[in-house]
């Protein structure tokens, strides 16, 4: 194809992509785009009174390669700091996770929870990475038919069902290249961390904070890689680490293990409440026949996959751990699966986008498995246990990807300031482990850690006053601990 057609043909796909948007004027190079705030969309929850949110539309490059080429939209939230102008300090830029999560609304569903010294000292900035949400979101169709309701088996057992899995792979890949096509280079974490740079420009602030949880750990690290000097005070809450992502989903799978056995062992301590078994391997022969039946027999397209996806979301937080046990039970008692069914549809235009941003990000920021790979990576809990909740293994499509990134996100950098870690000591969904693997990249951070913790989330999240105030300390005063920190936990809840 020649140049000009390549390029015809990349307008065509921004054009799909961005339909919904505003069209966004070419800005000259190293000149930021002016950001005005409006009204935001129903989507953002409003604060509570005095205060308010305001959104706003920035347009970036889609290449940060070419400033001068076509540019899309990132969608900007703010609630302005509740302090005195002296209390003032500049920016929060904050993130949620994912990737695939949408941080529009959470500049106010954080900056709720936010110690109020937090509050009051800075102005909390939420946005939507490119891909999702309100910023030009990208889209995968069918995605393999990921959606199909029933899904397929999660976890395949033998040649055949293994030969089909790593169909069902490709037929994503296929579909993501179908339907995002020329978008799939850019949409990586590394391009996001230029649009949060974007942002703090055109905003008129020197520096930016930042407060990134699970996936938003590994976009603050790729900013502080990108832009070290540009640093005022960041939090990277519950840490993904800097190996390739399909080694993070590899490790992550294995700490569910861990996790649903600690769960089960929970349950059967319980047994009273719950009346799935007084042992822990009780419970797990009761969670078994619920998935074997459900995989039999799908009730109203319930089956195998949805079944995972709930254990997958329950095992992240243990005050969803009470729901999980009481829906195994009712559906063993009575056949009921209320407590099990999400409370929002899979196939929603949200969790589309999510789904899809989520591949498309993993696979843009670094190196792919092997199809061998991913059957061996499959194999390895299979023999540790025959029914491994896989739900989260969504770098394994990245093996058919179309599109090969150059490189890998380049994370941290020696010339950051202090950094400031916090983990959770059996935080199933990110290992603690990959706090300590980052930190190695960020000399002079400090990883606060909450000892006897199974959740999923630290900071302004699990209450703990200990992790809440040495952060709020860091954010607001520059109080950088003078080791590594650990905070006493709650240990396993209690049953209610």
Same mark, same amino acid.
């Given at each position: ?85 002296? *209390? ?266 999510? *789904? ?141």
């Amino acid at each position: 194809m020649t140049r000009p057609a390549r390029r015809t043909a990349l307008l065509c796909a921004l054009a799909a992509a961005t339909a919904l948007l505003p069209a966004a004027p070419v800005q000259a190079a190293g000149r930021p785009s002016p950001l005005r705030f409006t009204a935001c969309p129903d989507s953002v929850p409003r604060p509570a009174a005095p205060e308010r949110v305001e959104c706003g539309r920035l347009a970036v490059p889609l290449d940060r390669h070419r400033p001068s080429g076509p540019h899309i939209e990132v969608a900007v939230s703010r609630v302005r700091a509740s302090g005195t102008p002296a *209390e003032r300090r500049g920016i929060l830029l904050v993130n949620p996770g994912g990737p695939g999560g949408s941080g529009l609304p959470y500049a106010v569903t954080k900056r709720a929870k936010l110690p109020q010294s937090v509050r009051r000292a800075y102005d909390v900035v939420g946005f939507d990475p490119r891909g999702v949400g309100q910023s030009t979101p990208v889209t995968c169709g069918p995605m393999g038919g990921l959606f199909d309701s029933p899904g397929s088996e999660p976890v395949p057992a033998g040649a055949r069902s293994e030969r089909a899995y790593l169909a069902s792979l490709r037929a994503l890949a296929d579909d993501c290249a179908t339907h995002a096509g020329r978008l799939l280079p850019y949409l990586s974490t590394e391009q996001t961390a230029y649009d949060m740079d974007a942002i703090r420009a055109a905003l008129g602030e020197p520096r930016t904070s930042f407060l990134g949880v699970s996936y938003g750990s590994y976009l603050g690290a790729a900013y502080t890689a990108r832009f070290p000097h540009r640093v005022d005070r960041m939090v990277l809450d519950s840490v993904v680490g800097p190996g390739d992502w399909y080694d993070f989903d590899v490790l992550q799978s294995r700490a569910l293990l861990r996790q649903r056995d600690t769960f089960f062992a929970w349950t059967a301590a319980h047994a009273g409440r719950f009346g799935l078994g007084g042992t822990p391997a009780a419970v797990r022969d009761a969670y078994l026949r619920v998935r074997r039946d459900l995989a039999a027999r799908p009730v109203a397209g319930f089956g195998p996959a949805e079944f995972d996806r709930a254990v997958y979301r329950a095992l992240g937080r243990t005050e969803r751990w009470a729901g999980l046990a009481d829906g195994l039970r009712g559906r063993l008692t009575d056949g009921d699966l209320g407590g099990l069914r999400p409370d929002s549809a899979f196939d929603s235009p949200g969790s589309r986008n999510y *789904e899809a941003a989520n591949r498309v990000v993993k696979c843009a920021d670094g190196p792919a498995p092997g199809p061998r790979d991913v059957l061996a990576d499959i194999r390895r809990p299979r023999r540790l246990d025959p029914q491994p909740v896989l739900t989260g293994m969504e770098a394994s499509t990245c093996a058919y990807w179309h599109h090969r990134p150059g490189h890998r996100t380049p994370l941290g950098s020696p010339d950051a300031p202090p950094v400031l870690l916090v983990a959770s000591t059996h935080d199933p969904v990110t290992p603690v482990e990959g706090a300590h693997r980052l930190q190695r990249l960020l000399p002079g951070s400090r990883l606060v850690t909450l000892d006897d913790d199974y959740s999923h989330g630290v900071f302004a999240s699990r209450g703990n006053t200990c992790v809440d105030d040495t952060v709020a300390a860091y954010l607001v005063r520059g109080d950088v601990p003078s080791a590594n920190a650990r905070c006493t936990g709650p240990g396993l809840p209690t049953a209610r």
